[in-house]
């Protein structure tokens, strides 16, 4: 149980520290969150809009639409600019807490991790770097690339490079740590 917090812990916080150095210091998710000189206007005519907060998804087909008439809808809208939009009534976070939600949410993934490689038994410093990248490999195919696969996302090369570098210190870590005797 020893071996699993503390593998957990650290390779929890290793995740958060290259999270915190990849969207901070390196900034490598610019593409994904650009700055725009027309914002004050846009907010200011989604605010006065009516809009309710949400996720949209523009264009889109109404609710009740027969499948069709959204075909139709579609077929119109090639080729035309579209967009995503999170709207949002009211900035309001806390820092503090979403940090340490995320870092207690890395420590929990990293524990769990531990758990099955102190379950499979035995293994090398190679066998848990490797399979502590595969990890990282299917937690971003599963998520950042499969919803690039339908939204693009232009930040989908530094999810790409999250993946591989943070679970690869981790990897790094428990290959260390799970292979003491």
């Known amino acids: ?12 916080i290793l995740l958060f520290a290259w999270q915190t150095v990849s969207w901070t210091v390196a900034n490598l998710h610019e593409k994904g969150q650009q700055y725009t000189a027309k914002q004050d206007s846009i907010l200011s005519y989604l605010n006065n ?4 907060e949400g996720s949209y998804y523009l264009p889109n087909s109404a609710p009740g639409t027969s ?3 959204m075909q139709k809808q579609m077929d119109a809208s090639m080729g035309k600019p579209w967009a ?4 949002y009534k009211e900035m309001n976070f806390n820092m503090g807490m979403n940090m340490a939600r995320g870092a207690l949410s890395n420590i929990i993934i990293v524990c769990l991790l531990c758990w099955i490689f102190a379950k499979i038994g035995s293994g090398t410093f190679s066998t848990y770097l490797i399979a502590s990248i ?4 299917i937690c ?7 919803g690039h696969i339908w939204y693009p996302l232009h930040d989908i090369n530094a999810h790409f490079v999250d993946a591989l570098v943070s679970w690869g210190l981790v990897g790094v870590w428990l290959g260390w740590w799970m292979s003491r005797k």
């Open 49 to 52: 809009s009516g809009l309710a």
């Open 1 to 12: 149980m020893k071996k699993i917090l503390i593998g957990g812990l650290v390779g929890g």
């Open 140 to 146: 971003f195919t599963n998520g950042a690339y499969t």
């Open 84 to 87: 995503m939009i999170r709207y």
């Open 67 to 69: 499948m069709d008439e």
């Open 134 to 137: 595969a990890v990282g490999i």
